[in-house]
């Protein structure tokens, strides 16, 4: 639960001509305007869907981490009320 307290540093991931060329050649596509726009356009989409994944995945270990507070909280009032 290391989001709780203690974010981690944010990873933008931004695209670089290298990943796009990377991109391009792995699928054995021509540089072309078309192509290069084309793999920029799909590469972020797969980065916007990997940071709503990261967020999801930071939400449910804050809620978690909310979820284990509100227990010992409640837990602390229910000994002290014996």
């Known amino acids: 639960m290391g989001t709780l ?20 050649s792995s699928y054995r596509l021509d ?6 726009l084309k793999a920029i356009e799909l590469l972020e989409y797969e980065r916007r869907t990997n940071f ?13 981490g909310f979820g284990k507070i509100l227990i010992e909280i409640k837990d602390a009032i229910s000994e002290g009320s014996e």
């Open 5 to 24: 307290l203690k974010q981690t540093e944010r990873d933008y991931a931004l695209l670089s001509k290298d990943t796009v060329t990377q991109f391009l």
């Open 31 to 36: 540089q072309t305007d078309e192509n290069t």
């Open 52 to 64: 709503m994944i990261n967020n999801g995945d930071r939400w449910d270990e804050q809620m978690a």
